[in-house]
């Protein structure tokens, strides 16, 4: 079971990036997905979350207005896709696969991580 994270990158302020989160070894159609991130010295942080069928997301403050989330379940794949980026957004980012059908905002409720792509904005 496994969780690979691409797109990251470095990027201008205001700039543009999608993040994708392909799944292998088994189907995470069923499952609540979310998009974590850390930045150097502080706390893996909820982005954004999407629920199993897509009906319902949820974001940080943060990011609200700016990242959207999208999920192809088909493909088995998951997505962000992130405009207006800001320095603050520097960070790596994670995507995750909840233990039910719904998202959560707590990184204890996810049981299965990717490995993190790197996303560094300059101001």
């Known amino acids: 079971v496994q969780l690979v994270e691409s797109g990251g990158g470095l990027v201008q302020d205001g700039g543009s990036l999608r993040l994708s989160c392909a799944a292998s070894g088994r189907r995470f159609s069923n499952d609540g997905m979310g998009w974590f991130r850390q930045a150097p010295g502080a706390e893996r942080e909820f982005v954004a979350g999407?629920?199993?069928?897509?009906?319902?997301?949820g974001y940080a403050d943060s990011v609200r207005g700016r990242f959207t989330i999208s999920r192809d379940n088909a493909q088995n794949t998951l997505y962000l896709q992130m405009d207006g980026l800001k320095f603050e957004d520097t960070a790596v980012y994670y995507c995750?696969?909840?233990?039910?059908?719904?998202?959560?905002?707590?990184?204890?409720?996810?049981?299965?991580w990717g490995q993190g792509t790197q996303v560094t904005v300059s101001s």
């Open positions: 995750a696969a909840a233990r039910g059908a719904l998202f959560s905002r707590a990184v204890r409720d996810y049981n299965v």
């Open positions: 999407i629920q199993w069928n897509g009906g319902t997301t």
